[in-house]
């Protein structure tokens, strides 16, 4: 690789890694597991990237790495050795009580139970249009599909989830009606 | 709105984000390394290739081949694999990669993993391996997937190889209760084979056929994807029995 596409890798992997983490992090609930991921897209990305750069495409590129590899991990015979509770809180909040820091554990907990009831797709659907924000287009490119799958992917997963909210309502209104 | 709520929770999940478990300026050095090391592995497989060639010639010339089929075992196969016991993994943990003399048997499966999925499996054509060959210790395996071209359907090469003798245990499906037993049989060299499906909802519909050598290699041969499956037991079976999948 030439010094200049070296240097522009560099810059990039410094600058997209902790959003790429971020993205992996709601993919597969897990901090460890979500800088593994980012480490084997960026190792990927850079075998690929003179080719990635001239086309002026490397976050989009880099995105579709980090889906794939993703969805391969959970394929991997080492997976079921992990976990992928995303629960527990990785850094102390001091600044927050601990009934503001219960809560959070909670609603993130609730948040990844709900995310690793879906399909992976369905759940990369979600991540991809309502954190990342991108267009159906943009997330079918990304996923490697159709636009119609992309939209069925999320009504459906949408559909999950708020079947799930439903759920949980009526057993919360229920226990305060106890 | 579910979606705005949604995408709220995701935000909120966030919060307590830790510092990067990284630095990304030593994952470009890795990379670096990583093609290094490649191209050096490839060079010397393609050297020792050269040298056996030439070692197997003059076996045959002068007499001492016993007839051709052997030889790419005798080419590839290990005498003898480590039987030693593994230590079980932390929670989380992950075996270490790579194991002793890993590096030549990871290129020489880099080449022959599409090359053997053509051979095997008429009509399917793969994608080069965006990994390659990852092989990991305790025990040893290697393995890797391969995206067919033009299709959605994925083939993934795996092999294990822990014992000297017959591995039953090393069946990773056995007591996977989203993988069905469609059949078992014993190969006419004695290989112990195992058919499962995949009938769980996580993954797409599968197809694998384990072959369990009584060398006690274990070679895993699957095809995934959306039915129908562009090959069946009998081609995933001579893709898992080649001589060449071995360590």
């Given at each position: 690789m030439r010094r200049s596409d070296e240097d522009e890798f560099r810059e990039f992997a410094r600058g997209h890694a902790a959003p790429l983490r971020r993205s992996a992090f709601l993919l597969c609930g897990d901090w460890h597991l979500a800088d593994d991921l980012v480490q084997t897209t960026l190792i990927?990305?850079?075998?690929?990237?003179?080719?990635?750069?001239?086309?002026?495409?490397?976050?989009?590129?880099?995105?579709?790495?980090?889906?794939?590899?993703?969805?391969?991990?959970?394929?991997?015979?080492?997976r079921r050795a992990e976990r992928h509770d995303g629960t527990v809180p990785e850094v102390a909040d001091w600044a927050a009580g601990p009934a503001t820091r219960q809560e959070e554990a909670s609603l993130r907990?609730?948040?990844?139970?709900?995310?690793?009831?879906?399909?992976?797709?369905?759940?990369?659907?979600?991540?991809?249009r309502y954190f990342e924000s991108l267009s159906v287009s943009e997330a079918a490119a990304a996923l490697g599909c159709s636009e119609g799958t992309v939209k069925s992917q999320t009504a459906r997963g949408l559909a999950a989830i708020r079947a799930r909210l439903d759920q949980a309502g009526k057993t919360e209104l229920t226990r305060e009606l106890s | 709105m579910i979606e705005n709520h949604l995408a709220d929770r995701m935000r909120a999940a966030l919060a307590d984000e830790p510092p990067l478990g990284f630095d990304p300026d030593e994952v470009a050095d890795r990379a670096n390394q990583l093609r290094r090391h490649r191209r050096s592995s490839l060079a010397a497989v393609g050297a020792t290739g050269a040298v056996l060639t030439i070692a197997v010639t003059a076996v045959v010339m002068?007499?001492?081949?016993?007839?051709?089929?052997?030889?790419?075992?005798?080419?590839?196969?290990?005498?003898?694999?480590?039987?030693?016991?593994?230590?079980?993994?932390?929670?989380?943990?992950?075996p270490p990669l790579n194991f002793p003399g890993s590096a030549p048997i990871v290129a020489r499966l880099d080449e022959a993993g599409p090359r053997l999925i053509v051979k095997h499996l008429p009509g399917v054509h793969v994608q080069p391996s965006e990994t390659g060959m990852?092989?990991?210790?305790?025990?040893?395996?290697?393995?890797?997937?391969?995206?067919?071209?033009?299709?959605?359907?994925?083939?993934?090469?795996?092999?294990?190889?822990?014992?000297?003798?017959?591995?039953?245990?090393?069946?990773?499906?056995?007591?996977?209760?989203?993988?069905?037993?469609?059949?078992?049989?014993?190969?006419?060299?004695?290989?112990?084979?195992?058919?499962?499906?995949?009938?769980?909802?996580?993954?797409?519909?599968?197809?694998?056929?384990?072959?369990?050598?009584l060398d006690g290699m274990v070679t895993e041969a699957y095809l995934s994807g959306q039915m129908p499956l562009m090959a069946g037991r009998a081609e995933l079976l001579a893709l898992a029995s080649d001589p060449e999948l071995r360590f």
């Open positions: 990927k990305l850079h075998g690929a990237w003179p080719r990635v750069v001239r086309r002026h495409q490397p976050v989009s590129y880099a995105r579709k790495i980090l889906l794939r590899t993703w969805l391969d991990e959970r394929r991997r015979p080492w907990a609730e948040l990844f139970g709900m995310l690793s009831a879906l399909p992976p797709r369905q759940r990369a659907a979600l991540v991809l | 002068s007499g001492g081949g016993g007839g051709d089929s052997e030889v790419g075992t005798q080419v590839t196969t290990a005498t003898t694999a480590p039987d030693a016991a593994c230590p079980s993994l932390p929670p989380g943990g992950r990852i092989a990991y210790d305790c025990p040893p395996n290697v393995g890797t997937l391969y995206r067919v071209t033009g299709s959605d359907q994925t083939v993934m090469l795996y092999l294990i190889h822990a014992r000297a003798a017959l591995d039953l245990a090393n069946d990773r499906y056995a007591e996977d209760q989203s993988y069905r037993l469609a059949g078992e049989d014993t190969a006419t060299d004695g290989a112990r084979i195992r058919t499962y499906e995949y009938s769980g909802t996580e993954f797409s519909p599968a197809l694998v056929v384990v072959r369990f050598g």
